[in-house]
């Protein structure tokens, strides 16, 4: 077990939320892999992380486990195809606190249009559009759970996710704005 995954399964969530300030955007920037390699004071200061926890970790350090995997999966999907996406997250902070934030991630690319990293500012989400997305994050997470194997429950819930969308005729994006 590496250190990372140390930290985040002995956290426990409190129930407790932070919120930070709507002037206020957290940004951090990762690897092709997720890595971490930059946090700005906000992010530090509202996920309770030092820069030096999070330098050099995977971003799911934050990861809540309210959180869907498949919206993750949607995300990484997206952004590798090399476009920008839009979400609402819920993440863990380092004492178990959590904070709910609206997500704009985007790729970066070098000269030649090579994806090279990702870049994600967040900010503090409307209350009102965070309690709408609720359900839906519950019912994907429950779904995700009715199934042994991990990676079964997050298609399963990938599907559902995709059959609420075409339900609704919207992509992600357009559901989290139609909120």
Known sequence: MTATSLI????TPTGHE????ESEIIVSKTDLKGVITYANHVFTRISGFTEAELLGRPHN??????????V???LWDVIAEGQEIFAYVVNL???GDHYWVLAHVTPSFDNSGNI???HSSRRKPDPEKVAKVIPLYKQLIECEAS?????????ASTDLMRQVLRDAGMQYDEFVFSL
Request: positive net charge; proline residues 8%; charged residues 25%.
């Open 8 to 11: 985040q399964t002995s956290i």
């Open 18 to 21: 932070r919120t930070f300030a």
């Open 61 to 70: 350090i934050i990861r809540h486990p309210d959180m869907p995997r498949c």
């Open 72 to 74: 993750f999966k949607l």
């Open 93 to 95: 902070c380092k004492n």
């Open 116 to 118: 090279i990293s990702y």
């Open 147 to 155: 199934y042994p194997d991990w990676r079964e429950g997050m298609q």
